[in-house]
C-alpha cells in the first residue's frame, strides 16, 4: 500500500472531477481524495506513481510530493521493553531486504540469460576488415 499526495494545477470543480476521474481508471486504487483549497491529490492503494503522474500530466500541471507508506504505525510501545529487541528486528529486516534483493537479481538472471559480464574486443589485427575511423 503506498500513499501518494500529488500537487495539481486546478482552477474549478470540474478540472477536480476530470483529474479524479482520469486517476480513477488506474488498477490498484483503493481511495482518492482532493484538497481544492491547496490543490492537493492524495491516491491511497498499490499503484505506481509514475502511471498516476503521467495519466494527470496530458491535462494538467502534476507535481509528485510525497510517497510514502499508507499507514503508519507507531513504535512508542517497542521502546518502553528495551532496544534489544529492536536491535534484533532491524538485523532480520536487513537480513531480509538482502535476500529480497539477492532473490530479485537471481529471478533477473533467469529472465534475462544473455546478460553478459564478460566483453570480447577485437583488434584491428585480428580482424582486417573491421573498420576503422581515423
Do not use: C, M
Given at each position: 500500500m503506498k500513499k501518494v499526495v500529488l500537487k495539481l494545477d486546478l482552477h474549478d470543480d470540474k478540472a477536480k472531477q476530470k483529474a479524479m476521474k482520469a486517476v480513477s481508471t488506474l488498477s490498484g486504487i483503493d481511495s482518492i481524495a482532493m484538497d481544492m483549497k491547496e490543490k492537493k491529490?492524495?491516491?491511497?492503494?498499490?499503484?505506481?506513481?509514475?502511471?498516476?503522474?503521467?495519466?494527470?500530466?496530458?491535462?494538467?500541471?502534476?507535481?509528485?510530493?510525497t510517497v510514502g507508506?499508507?499507514?503508519?504505525?507507531?513504535?512508542?510501545?517497542?521502546?518502553?521493553?528495551?532496544?534489544?529487541?529492536?536491535?534484533?528486528?532491524?538485523?532480520?529486516?536487513?537480513?531480509?531486504?538482502?535476500?529480497?534483493?539477492?532473490?530479485?537479481?537471481?529471478?533477473?538472471?533467469?529472465?534475462?540469460?544473455?546478460?553478459?559480464?564478460?566483453?570480447y574486443v577485437q583488434s584491428m589485427e585480428e580482424n582486417p576488415n573491421a573498420c576503422v575511423i581515423l
Open positions: 491529490l492524495t491516491v491511497v492503494g498499490e499503484v505506481d506513481p509514475v502511471d498516476i503522474v503521467s495519466k494527470l500530466r496530458k491535462g494538467w500541471h502534476t507535481e509528485i510530493l507508506p499508507a499507514k503508519e504505525e507507531k513504535k512508542d510501545e517497542g521502546k518502553k521493553d528495551g532496544g534489544k529487541k529492536d536491535d534484533k528486528k532491524d538485523d532480520d529486516k536487513k537480513k531480509d531486504t538482502d535476500k529480497q534483493i539477492k532473490d530479485l537479481v537471481e529471478a533477473y538472471k533467469a529472465y534475462n540469460p544473455h546478460n553478459t559480464k564478460f566483453y
